[in-house]
């Protein structure tokens, strides 16, 4: 990459705080202007997608953009990212979410420190955050083979919908789950169910990348037909 360590470090902590800054802080406001849990749960979907498309478009050049452990662990299995960079890359991103949820209670004057009471697990949960990571990295890898320039659209659109067809309204993020683990608000989850999730977005990440590395493996090429020595 053309960018430092430091400062690839410097744009995963800053995206993944704008990240979860917004998740959190949307959740706040739309809970505060209505009691009507699908107008709350739009308020906070669409700023979550909008920020996506602002937050890959201007980082993703610095550091990837990756804001999300999955999604880095996913590099460095393809061997794209060092295993020391990826574990710096992981540890920037849980602190930049931490960050940016303390962030979110301090704009909205709430407790800086607080405790989810929120439950969130289940199998349908479950499922439902292995699905939405599974389709996010696969967007993220199909986006990159053929539309690169396409992937904030992409993935704030795929963040989009998955907030509305996941049980689990799409997480997707494990550096999110713990982030959100710290808010006693709309979007927080409670701490004991973050494992949960965390082994889910893994295993549906991790799934993403095998079938994307057959679906899109390149074809073998027809042999070259034998050519007789001495023939024309």
């Known amino acids: 990459m053309a960018f430092d ?15 979860v800054a917004t998740v959190v802080g949307s959740g706040i406001m739309a809970d505060s202007l209505s009691q009507d849990v699908a107008v709350s749960l739009l ?5 979550t997608g909008a920020i996506l498309v602002v937050l890959i478009s201007i980082l993703g050049p610095i550091s990837g953009a990756h804001f999300n452990p999955a999604v880095t662990m996913v590099f460095a299995t393809r061997r794209e990212l060092e ?22 209670h301090a704009m909205f004057d ?30 993220i890898l199909a986006g990159l083979r053929f539309r690169s320039d396409a992937i904030p659209w992409l993935v704030g659109l795929y963040i989009t919908a998955a907030y509305w067809f996941t049980a689990s309204t799409s997480f ?44 899109l493996a390149d074809r073998n090429p027809s042999p070259s037909p034998i050519k007789l020595k001495g023939a024309e």
């Not at 710096?88 to 962030?103: E, K, P, R």
């Open 83 to 104: 295993a020391s960079a990826a574990a710096l890359y992981v540890l920037t991103q849980i602190a930049g979410g931490i960050a940016g949820t303390l962030v979110a």
């Open 110 to 139: 709430h407790d800086l420190f607080q405790m989810s009471q929120t439950i969130r697990t289940g199998g349908g949960q479950w499922i439902a955050e292995t699905v939405a990571t599974f389709g996010l990295v696969f967007t």
């Open 5 to 19: 360590l430091r400062r690839r470090l410097a744009a995963e902590f800053l995206g993944t705080a704008i990240l």
């Open 43 to 47: 308020g906070n979907t669409i700023p």
């Open 172 to 215: 997707a993020n494990p550096a999110v789950a713990i982030a959100r683990a710290f808010s006693n608000t709309f979007a927080g989850i409670r701490p004991m169910d973050v494992p949960g999730f965390i082994v889910a977005e893994i295993l549906g990440a991790l799934v993403a990348t095998a079938v994307v590395g057959w679906l």
